[in-house]
């Protein structure tokens, strides 16, 4: 049964290599180990693609059709929103899910400070061309600055371009209030599915750890506490993040 891993924004399947090798290293790996990048983030935005929620929901569910058996979901960011919006829609299409995205489905969810810039016409346009139109050493640099490890951040910061801040702008004035909320109302159909919810404590942009836990509990989905990590736990702290899937997929066989 394949494991298959969403990345969100600003970033490329690149993110998700160190957590990979702990996987592959433990030997404890699913049967493969796949990454899927939405269009824009590291994959080319089709003709027509309005890079929208909907649309990264559906671009989900047509992808997870393809393989032969539900499959173990994870996703990060943005990547984990995707996730969860194809589980509420489509349960029976993965064996289990993991996001450390979650808490945007609340009502009271304030998006954070740059989502906000991305949500304000002209304001967003503007920091998108200044920050993917800027030279790779800078590009680096930003995601460094914002947290990402900085072996990851290099090879991220190479697929970073004018069609992902297209995507970007797209994607966050379509999930501006209440979108989120209101999608948010079927997450108890994510329950169908055993989830894992995974809680960096110094992530600052994915919601406070009351509505991240509130939300885990209408979904059904256990929690995963990383103390003294950040957004991109999975540059930092890889094996710590492999550890805890192996458990839970473990927990599934056992099951």
């Not at 999930?175 to 159909?189: F, H, I, S, Y």
Request: glycine letters at 10%.
């Amino acid at each position: 049964m394949p494991a298959v891993f969403v990345h969100g924004n600003p970033e490329t399947a690149a993110v998700w290599d160190p957590l990979l090798a702990e996987l592959k290293a433990a030997g404890t790996a699913p049967a493969g180990l796949v990454c899927l990048s939405p269009p824009g983030f590291g994959a080319p935005l089709p003709p027509g693609f309005g890079a929208t929620v909907g649309e990264y929901r559906d671009w989900l569910i047509e992808e997870l059709t393809r393989f032969d058996e539900p499959v173990d979901l994870v996703g990060h960011d943005w990547g984990g929103g995707h996730v969860l919006n194809a589980v509420m829609s489509r349960p029976e299409l993965v064996r289990s899910w993991a996001s450390d995205t979650i808490a945007v489905f609340e009502p009271d969810y304030v998006w954070h400070e740059l989502a906000q810039r991305w949500q304000t016409p002209g304001i967003g346009e503007a920091d998108v061309a200044a920050r993917f139109g800027a030279p790779v050493e800078q590009r680096i640099a930003t995601l460094v600055e914002r947290g990402m490890g900085e072996a990851a951040a290099e090879r991220v910061a190479q697929g970073q371009n004018e069609a992902m801040g297209r995507a970007v702008i797209a994607l966050y004035t379509s999930a501006m209030p209440p979108v989120m909320a209101e999608l948010g109302r079927n997450l108890d159909n994510a329950a169908r599915r055993p989830g894992l919810v995974f809680l960096a404590t110094e992530d600052h942009v994915a919601g406070t750890a009351e509505l991240r836990r509130r939300a885990a509990r209408r979904a059904g989905a256990r929690v995963e506490v990383l103390d003294g990590l950040g957004h991109w736990w999975m540059t930092h702290d890889p094996g710590r993040g492999a550890e805890a899937l192996t458990r839970f997929w473990a927990s599934l066989d056992q099951g």
